[in-house]
């Protein structure tokens, strides 16, 4: 299966700062995805993102494919930004099943 | 619309008892699956499907069974429970274009304990 690997595994910001998590997967994928996973355990989607470029609000990802990694910016981070971020690929081949790497905690202080 | 919801939200069981998690989805995805989320394992899929009357395993179907009667609904049931599946269980909804989903969404969990 598709090894998903994601940097920094802790990160820890003040406040205001910009920050930038990576994802690097083994295989060509159709489908990439961000999510945030918030400190009651839900799982917020940010990003389906298979290559390109996309932004919302203070948020940013790109993926290029063919280099197989993916980045996540968070810009002037809020205390409501801590939690959780996972990058996701899909396998289509095993029941379109969502391989999950391991994730990057984020804690942002006031 | 609503999403993906699931109840309950928490669940304490004995084991041996049996009980069903439910999931719905107001978006009219194809595509449906369960996931179950546990410290160092990350999520894992348990089952999945492609459409009403079709299901399928993922990686650890074993003291699972699913059905797909509707498009909306996608339950998950635990035969006998176990304390290996105290777990959080997260339902999942999306299109699906050819063999290749779209966004995957997901319900607000379900964390499940076994004594």
């Known amino acids: 299966g598709i090894q998903v690997e994601q940097s920094p595994p802790d990160l820890i910001l003040q406040e205001g700062a910009n920050s930038t998590l990576r994802c690097n997967f083994s295989d060509s994928v159709n489908n990439l995805q961000w999510f945030h996973q918030n400190p009651w355990g839900q799982l917020i989607n940010l990003f389906y993102i298979p290559s390109g470029t996309k932004q919302n609000g203070r948020l940013s990802a790109t993926t290029v494919a063919t280099e197989r990694y993916s980045l996540l910016y968070i810009s002037s981070s809020q205390t409501t930004d801590s939690g959780v971020y996972f990058c996701?690929?899909?396998?289509?081949?095993?029941?379109?099943?969502?391989?999950f790497g391991g994730g990057t905690r984020v804690l942002v202080k006031p | 619309n609503a999403g993906v919801t699931q109840t309950p939200k928490f669940q304490v069981l004995k084991t041996g008892q049996s009980m069903t998690l439910q999931c719905a989805q107001d978006?009219?995805?194809?595509?449906m699956s369960w996931y179950r989320q546990d410290p160092g394992m990350g999520l894992r899929l348990i089952h999945y499907?492609?459409?009403?009357?079709?299901?399928d395993q993922g990686e650890v179907p074993n003291g699972y069974n699913v059905s797909r009667s509707t498009t909306e609904d996608f339950p998950l049931r635990l035969l006998s429970a176990a304390p290996s599946q105290t777990s959080v269980y997260f339902c999942?909804?999306?299109?699906?274009?050819?063999?290749?989903?779209?966004?995957?969404?997901f319900g607000p969990g379900t964390r499940l304990t076994v004594l």
């Open positions: 978006m009219n995805h194809e595509y």
């Open positions: 996701a690929v899909e396998e289509w081949a095993a029941g379109n099943k969502l391989t």
């Open positions: 999942a909804s999306s299109r699906r274009q050819g063999e290749i989903t779209d966004t995957q969404y």
């Open positions: 499907s492609v459409g009403a009357g079709i299901t």
